[in-house]
C-alpha cells in the first residue's frame, strides 16, 4: 500500500546514488553517508547522476518498502534543500511531477491562538 503523505520527513542523498543499489545497499548509505536511522520511519530520496532514476527508501511496520521511478524522457529537477537535507512533500510531489518552480514564495496564512479561553468571566 503506497503510504507517503505530508506527514512523513524526507531527506534526499546528496550525491548521485547507484541505482543497482537494493534495501541493504541503501539503508546502509542512510547509516553510514547521511547520519541517520534507516528504520525511523522517515522516507530516504536517492537519484541517479543522471537525474533519470529516483528511488525512496520507506521503513513501514514489517518491512522496508522501495519506490521507483525511471524516466523514459527528461530530468528530474532537483529541488533546493534545507541544511539537514530535508525536502518538504510538496517539493517531493513537484519533482517527481516534473513541475519545476522557478520561483518558490510560502504565502502567510491565519494559524488561531493555541488556546482559547471562551468562558464567560461575567457569569461567576
Known sequence: MFSLSSSNRYYLYNQACDMRKGFHGLSGLVTAQMGKDPISGD?????NRRATHIKLL????????IYYKRLEKGTFSLPKMLESGSVSWSQLVLMIEGIKAEKLRHLSRYNPPESLDFTDKNTK
Open 58 to 65: 520507506h521503513w513501514e511496520s514489517g518491512g522496508f518498502v
Open 43 to 47: 522516507v530516504f530520496i536517492f537519484i
